[in-house]
């Protein structure tokens, strides 16, 4: 699977939009990005998936960019129980482990 | 979404017992599951892939004779930590995969073990 690299940390106040940020520039064009979160001594908890076209759902939206090799996770109205360690991976899917790097420590504060 | 069960959530055992953890899809079947293992401050390695009906494939560097993996149904996998020492303590947290559309991966709550 392709690596992907994150920011170690960042914050953003309560109620804005936090921006996190990932590279997965040797990404293959069968490789989904995946998104996940650990909360403390929690498993992690999936967010979203995308492929190419940009994804929505009631947690948060994925924009990728068209050549695929960055990606953003948008939490629209951060509370402080978004913050966790988020994780960005890219896999084929189906039956495809899942290799975690390091994630990025968002912090919301209030 | 889907839900994934591990049993116990804590667990203590003295060094030299073996201790078993339960990881259950609650309601879909999984053919496939994952068990990680998390050091505090670190992010999760994986340990080892489980197939429904056939042996476990493990990751390299992790031993399959102490870490024993049996997944003999489509909802429950177990991981029995054999002959635990100190160095064992860990939280260990699996993950079942979905059948079906693009296979996701949902997770246990973890359960962490501490080896006295």
């Known amino acids: 699977d392709a690596k992907t690299t994150q920011p170690t940390s960042m914050d953003c106040a309560e109620g804005r939009a936090a921006n996190l940020p990932c590279n997965h520039s040797?990404?293959?064009?069968?490789?989904?990005v995946y998104w996940y979160r650990q909360i403390h001594s929690q498993g992690p908890q999936y967010i979203i998936h995308?492929?190419?076209n940009n994804e929505t759902n009631e947690m948060a939206s994925l924009i990728i960019t068209e050549d695929r090799k960055s990606s953003t996770l948008i939490l629209p109205h951060a509370t402080l129980r978004d913050t966790a360690v988020y994780y960005c991976?890219?896999?084929?899917?189906?039956?495809?482990?899942?290799?975690f790097g390091k994630g990025i420590t968002l912090s919301v504060r209030p | 979404g889907a839900v994934v069960s591990q049993h116990p959530s804590r667990v203590i055992c003295k060094s030299g017992t073996s201790v078993k953890i339960e990881c259950r899809s609650l309601?879909?079947?999984?053919?496939?599951m994952f068990w990680y293992r998390q050091f505090p401050k670190q992010s999760l390695m994986l340990m080892a892939t489980?197939?429904?009906?056939?042996?476990?494939?493990?990751e390299q560097g992790v031993e399959k004779d102490k870490f024993l993996i049996n997944h003999a149904s489509l909802t429950l996998s177990t991981l029995t930590v054999t002959s635990a020492h100190p160095e064992d303590s860990s939280f260990y947290i699996c993950?079942?995969?979905?059948?079906?559309?693009?296979?996701?991966?949902?997770f246990g709550e973890g359960s962490r073990l501490t080896v006295l």
């Open positions: 309601d879909f079947q999984a053919t496939t």
């Open positions: 040797t990404i293959s064009g069968n490789e989904y």
């Open positions: 995308g492929l190419k």
């Open positions: 991976i890219v896999s084929t899917g189906a039956n495809s482990k899942l290799t």
């Open positions: 993950s079942a995969l979905t059948t079906g559309g693009t296979g996701e991966l949902f």
């Open positions: 489980s197939n429904e009906g056939s042996k476990a494939t493990y």
